[in-house]
């Protein structure tokens, strides 16, 4: 066997469970490290295919039947390494099986077995091989726990024998400390290409990859590095350890698994609503929107409008990995000027929309993954450069891939795309283009982004995907920003505002038109609504619906006769206590009649002044008189208004 450093020279190592799996790896990096192996598995086959393997490469090894649950294999194999290597210098208990069966269902057959096997194994383990890793100068004892030893695991049986191996590895490591016998234990997570993975269920294993922070489970020779490393003595000073071999799983996990579990409520939203191709899109947005306002309506009962297309743009394919590509540049205008293909070489969608429109047809498309917009150098200068934050030359700033040739042969090369096929699709293109004729295409082109022919070299290419910004339908609501039932009445007490209302700019063929505009209106609105109805009982008369279903609303007109209070305001209560302005008759008289009082307060004024001048001024007094009445007619009212105002904010009724 090819040697890779000689750390293990001389000495002689015990793999238990050694037949397969991890315990096979490291067996065989013990032997490349210069060990003598001794192969240890119940399993004989299995075991002398491993051990013959390693001699076959060059290395030292033997096997030995051992069933890790009698005492009496323990002692045989003891005396078996006494008689015929004369010392020992690591022990690794790596036999073991799975059970995942949880408390009220195990029975006590298959709990004993999981405790025999993983935990009384290693126990007679160590009893039997300490005294000769003593007699050899000391050694390592590696214990392979799980992390089921260090966190809660469903198997019940399992997850006690792993925790119970941490209480014998430090028990044991205290015990064996005068004897130089050093003793710790390792905790992967999920390993791969292992009996016990191969005898989960695809859907257990699926689950579990998805739980792990690294995104896939740890390959066998990882986690027996950690193991070499633990029975070496670059870890001389390591004792009673717990080494956990997990990709962050026990420290980061459960934050892990809540963005795993918010990414898959986005994907059922998004395979629901928009499409079920949901790892076409790329969310060009923050990423914190996982659909959580819908989800709470919907449990409330609102209703929802239609969520089936949403806002966003074409990207460089490269944003999926690169955050200098989003959520700018966009490359609607170079996509909506040229023409969009798949792997194929053939175009695929009807680039004469908005980018908004491609966006939302390239999310439902059905066919080859790969998708580029295909274009030359007159676009690439011309609406290349005319967006907000234009492709030209942000993108190739920015790290974007951009293919560049001056045939068409050379960019199919580059794109990955069969040549021919791409040569005859620019010429029927270009053909169309020159004669008027797009209408007449395989995927006829409207007309509504201006289509250019596609002959300047270089030609070019850029690898596109719709990006989604958030959807165009939402929590139906009225004008108001109440939040409506499936019966269009409202919910009482629930708003909303801002993007989570869809439909409101109008529908689903309409684009961004001003998300903070819209939510700080619609916010002003609920905030009045809710002032106006704090407190109060009311019912409702069908409110009109602004929400993209219900199409029917666009041509009722709205009126408050539609919607109204049935409010006592100016009454008793039905206790017979006076409510609302009832119990401030003053204000209330002010509020309800004050510019018929100020009038006549204005009349009598200007009376007053020309009886009492008339003796004086003769008829000059009346027009004196008329303009003091005009004069306190309007401050009076003034201060009426004010109080009215001032009324009306605090008691809205």
């Known amino acids: 066997m090819g040697r890779n450093g000689n750390r293990f020279a001389g000495k002689v190592v015990l793999v238990t469970g050694a037949g397969g799996g991890l315990g096979s790896v490291m067996s065989r990096m013990f032997a490349m490290q210069g060990a003598t192996v001794m192969v240890g ?47 020992l210098h690591v022990l690794v208990n790596n036999a073991g099986i799975i059970s995942r069966t949880g408390v009220m269902a195990i029975s006590q057959e298959e709990w004993q077995r999981v405790i025999d096997v993983n935990l009384t194994g290693p126990a007679l383990g160590i009893q039997a091989m300490a005294p000769l890793l003593r007699n050899s100068g000391g050694g390592s004892i590696v214990n392979i726990s799980s992390t089921s030893g260090l966190i809660g695991h469903p198997g019940v049986a399992y997850s006690a024998s792993k925790w119970g191996l941490c209480g014998i590895t430090k028990s044991a490591a205290l015990d064996l400390l005068d004897w130089g016998v050093r003793v710790n234990s390792v905790h992967p997570a999920q390993i791969s290409d292992t009996l016990m993975t191969s005898a989960s269920s695809p859907g257990w294993r699926h689950a579990n990859e998805r739980a792990m922070p690294a995104g896939r489970p740890a390959r066998p020779e990882e986690v027996a590095q950690a193991v070499l490393f633990l029975a070496s003595e670059a870890s001389s000073y390591i004792n009673a350890t717990e080494l956990a071999v997990d990709g962050c799983a026990v420290s980061i996990g459960m934050a892990h698994v809540r963005s795993a579990l918010e990414g898959d409520f986005n994907r059922l939203l998004v395979e629901r609503y928009i499409t079920p191709r949901f790892d076409a899109l790329f969310q060009r947005g923050a990423s914190t929107g996982c659909g959580d306002g819908l989800r709470m309506a919907q449990s409330a009962g609102a ?25 700018y540049p966009e490359v609607d205008a170079i996509a909506t000027a040229g023409m969009v293909i798949d792997g194929s070489g053939r175009r695929c969608v009807d680039e004469g929309g908005t980018g908004v429109s491609l966006a939302n047809a390239l999310a439902s498309y059905d066919g080859v993954d790969k998708l580029f917009a295909v274009f030359d150098i007159s676009i690439w200068n011309g609406p290349g450069t005319t967006a907000r934050i234009p492709a030209n030359p942000l993108l190739e700033r920015a790290g974007g891939t951009i293919f560049r040739a001056d045939s068409v042969a050379g960019l199919a090369q580059k794109m990955d795309v069969p040549a021919a096929v791409l040569a005859q699709t620019l010429d029927e293109y270009n053909s169309a283009v020159d004669t008027g004729t797009l209408g007449d295409l395989d995927i006829p082109r409207s007309a509504q982004a201006r289509p250019h022919a596609i ?91 602004l929400g993209a279903t219900h199409a029917s609303s666009d041509s009722q007109a709205f009126s408050d006769a539609e919607y109204h209070d049935q409010v006592e305001c100016s009454g008793p209560d039905r206790d017979g206590k006076a409510c609302g302005l009832a119990r401030f008759p003053v204000l209330n008289m002010v509020a309800h009649h004050g510019e018929a009082l100020w009038m006549l307060a ?30 306190v007619f309007f401050v009076v009212l003034g201060i009426a208004e004010l109080v009215t105002l001032v009324t009306e904010f605090l008691m809205p009724e």
């Open 303 to 327: 209703a929802l409008t239609d969520c089936s297309r949403f806002y966003g743009h074409l990207l460089c394919n490269d944003a999926r990995h690169s955050d200098q590509l989003w959520p």
């Open 455 to 545: 002959r300047d070299f270089p030609l070019m290419a850029i690898p596109i995907c719709p990006g989604i910004t958030y959807t165009m339908g939402g929590i139906d609501i009225n004008a108001y920003a109440e939040v409506l039932d499936t019966n269009h009445q409202p919910i009482p007490g629930l708003f909303a505002a801002g993007a989570t209302t869809g439909g409101l700019e109008g529908g689903t063929r309409a684009a961004y038109i001003g998300g903070i505009i819209k939510a700080g209106c619609f916010g002003l609105l609920a905030a009045e609504r809710m002032a106006r109805l704090e407190g109060k009982s009311f019912t409702v008369a069908h409110p009109v619906s």
């Open 41 to 87: 598995d119940i399993a004989s086959d299995r075991g002398e295919t491993v051990a013959a393997s390693i001699r076959e490469s060059g290395g030292q090894a033997a096997f030995a039947e051992l069933d890790v649950v009698s005492a009496a294999s323990w002692s045989a194999l003891k005396e078996r390494i006494g008689r015929e290597i004369g010392a």
């Open 602 to 631: 204005g009349a009598a004024i200007a009376a007053i002044v020309a009886a009492l001048g008339w003796n004086f001024l003769s008829w000059y007094v009346l027009p004196i008189a008329l303009a003091l009445g005009v004069v």
